[in-house]
């Protein structure tokens, strides 16, 4: 079993649509990675987070510790938002050396107008 | 910004050849990683560096090596490539230790 599962892997939504991206853990961490990938490979960082809720422009990211649980919503979602969105999870501690990401394997989205 | 960059977007070799990736991170940042991408796998770490000349294995790093000799280019090389490694490779550096990772742009190699 994937330390990291993503749901759904492909997601298919109109334009103006309110979006919703969920990811799973199962270890322990101290941070969470929520990152975008556009067609031809480059990859950005979204948000980064151990608790509660962060909050860029159109894009919210909520994790839930106890629970294990992260989302990544996307409102008014518009054919530009269309990419791959991966989570990843950060272990050990923060700060540590041999800290490293484990990564999901993505979920696709398709925006249409 | 940060700007990490790699040597080829696109990379065709025959297998047994050396091969060696380039990265190149602007922001004097400690940490270096080497990535590779899989349809149905996700990313998984090769090897990463958190000084010159330091390195750590990742989760698969059998048939690679790495080489850090300045602190701005961190160098991935396939001994004698073989089919199998044909993948997208990404690099990415970090200031801190569990700090947001900046990426490059990908190298896509298809080893024949």
């Known amino acids: 079993k994937n330390e990291v599962e993503q749901s759904p892997q492909n997601l298919t939504a109109q334009e103006g649509e309110f979006i919703t991206i969920n990811c799973s853990y199962s270890v322990g961490i101290s941070a969470l990675h929520w990152l975008q990938q556009h067609p031809g490979g480059g990859i950005v960082s979204l948000f980064m987070l151990s608790s509660g809720k962060k909050k860029h422009g159109r894009l919210i990211a909520t994790i839930n510790i106890q629970e294990k649980h992260s989302s990544l919503h996307i409102t008014a979602s518009h054919p530009r938002d269309s990419a791959v969105y991966i989570c990843a999870v950060g272990t050990p501690p923060l700060g540590r050396r041999n800290y490293k990401l484990t990564f999901g394997k993505g979920t696709l989205l398709t925006v249409n107008p | 910004d940060v700007k990490v960059t790699q040597s080829s977007r696109y990379l065709v070799k025959r297998t047994g050849e050396k091969v060696f990736l380039e990265c190149v991170q602007d922001m004097d940042h400690e940490n270096m990683f080497w990535y590779r991408q899989d349809p149905g796998l996700g990313l998984r770490l090769i090897y990463f560096s958190y000084d010159v000349k330091m390195k750590e294995k990742g989760d698969i790093p059998e048939g690679y090596s790495v080489s850090r000799e300045k602190k701005e280019r961190f160098s991935l090389i396939l001994e004698s490539a073989s089919t199998n490694q044909t993948s997208m490779y990404l690099c990415?550096?970090?200031?801190?230790?569990?700090?947001?990772?900046?990426f490059g742009p990908g190298t896509r190699l298809l080893v024949l």
């Open positions: 990415a550096s970090s200031l801190d230790y569990g700090g947001t990772q900046y």
